[in-house]
């Protein structure tokens, strides 16, 4: 807590500065006053709702497959379009993000600051795990940009040639997110997928590489059933770890709760593990009951008690890719990929629109702990248990986050059905 509170000492000292300039900016930092920190925790109370909203929308639309994804990309990559929004598209984008309607743009604006300045400071002062986030607005070098937008995004503004070289363009791109993400996202941008008409593209590269406090043995690693349903069984190598874990059941989800957290303890991994019945609906079962009042039950340091469990998981890796774009209009984007979208508070004259929504993610989870990374990128053109409350096996299909303790934000989530 004191750290945080240092962190917002610092950037209450920043922004005054900054608003007692001249400079043109769009959102004037704190209007000279320090920020509020219940916008910044109202920030993130909105994206754990959003982030449950996406889980089950993405569920719906791939009911049988792996899902893994990064709705703190998601977030983010909307959190930019929502401040290049005007009209409508702004107060759609307000909404399907929960701001609240307490809250003015500024306020946001703010609230965005902090995060990319406790997310570099934390990845700057030996943080036990590494955790990045970075956002780009690449812009068509022959749209005219607000200047108070080059002044308030100094480091995710980019002027790009789309219409004279969309191929480098595309492939300056990829090559940023690829560094960002440590080599994990490769390809991003399919071919063809900038072009001269291209007027607009917004980016959210995430990166994360935790060490389990408590590692998984590799040698009690082997080979073990994995119950994709109750006809087909998958062989998968299952990781073997016995230690003090905080754990219980929750009834309302209707699933055994594990938390796994990295070293550092600011960031975990929560496992829900429906029961294996002769139906394979648990895992919607408890994700229509994961809503956001029982998942701030679930991540309380109170809700869950420490006790020695002996706990099972598969060693695997997982890289999805999903079109967003019928997922968030189905959220209420309203209009943003759409050509009516009003995106004034970036372009001074003339028009852009958002044709396509393309996010890709991948994890790796072994002994030693979990890398995962993702990007996102908007673009124009009850029941049974186990028989002793110790064991933890995940040999059946399961739930799991990773969730940042300190800045309350979903960073990752999927369901694991069955191993590839």
């Excluded at 996202?185 to 995430?206: F, K, Y």
Aim: charged share 20%.
């Amino acid at each position: 807590m004191n750290t945080i509170f240092i962190i917002l000492s610092v950037i209450v000292l920043v922004m005054v500065s900054m608003g007692e300039t001249q400079q043109p900016a769009c959102f004037p930092p704190f209007a000279n006053r320090p920020p509020s920190q219940q916008t910044y925790a109202g920030l993130y109370g909105g994206q754990q709702d959003f982030s449950l909203a996406l889980l089950n929308a993405i569920n719906k639309l791939m009911p049988k497959e792996n899902l893994f994804f990064s709705p703190y990309s998601t977030y983010h990559a909307l959190l930019i379009a929502y401040f290049m929004a005007g009209g409508q598209t702004e107060a759609y984008l307000k909404k399907v993000l929960r701001l609240g309607d307490g809250h003015e743009k500024s306020d946001i604006y703010s609230a965005y600051k902090l995060d990319r300045f406790a997310t570099s400071f934390m990845a700057q002062n030996n943080a036990p795990y590494e955790f990045t986030s970075a956002n780009k607005i690449y812009v068509s070098n022959e749209t005219e940009v607000r200047e108070c937008v080059k002044y308030d995004f100094p480091d995710e503004l980019e002027l790009f040639p789309f219409k004279t070289d969309p191929e480098g363009s595309r492939l300056a791109i990829n090559q940023w997110v690829e560094k960002t993400t440590h080599r994990m996202i490769t390809n991003l941008l399919p071919p063809g997928t900038i072009d001269p008409n291209t007027s607009l593209v917004l980016v959210n590269a995430a990166y994360f590489k935790g060490i389990w406090e408590n590692k998984f043995n590799p040698n009690l690693t082997k080979p073990e059933i994995f119950y994709v349903s109750p006809t087909k069984q998958i062989m998968v190598d299952m990781m073997h770890v016995e230690g003090t874990f905080r754990h219980d059941i929750s009834e309302s989800l209707g699933a055994h709760i594990l938390e796994l957290p990295y070293q550092g303890d600011n960031i975990s991994m929560y496992i829900l593990l429906p029961p294996f019945s002769n139906t394979e609906d648990s895992i919607d079962t408890t994700l229509k009951n994961l809503n956001l009042e029982n998942f701030k039950k679930l991540v309380d340091r109170d809700s869950l008690i420490s006790r020695t469990v002996q706990v099972a998981l598969p060693k695997f890796s997982l890289e999805t890719t999903i079109e967003l774009v019928p997922i968030l209009e189905q959220l209420g984007v309203g209009d943003l990929f759409q050509p009516t979208a009003n995106l004034t508070a970036l372009i001074k004259n003339g028009t852009a629109s958002l044709g396509k929504a393309i996010h890709k993610a991948k994890i790796e989870v072994n002994e030693e702990g979990t890398k995962a990374a993702a990007a996102t990128v908007l673009f124009s053109f009850r029941s049974s248990r186990p028989a002793e409350p110790a064991q933890f096996i995940c040999n059946h299909p399961f739930i799991y986050f990773v969730y940042n303790k300190v800045e309350n934000a979903i960073l990752f989530g999927g369901v694991f059905r069955r191993p590839y």
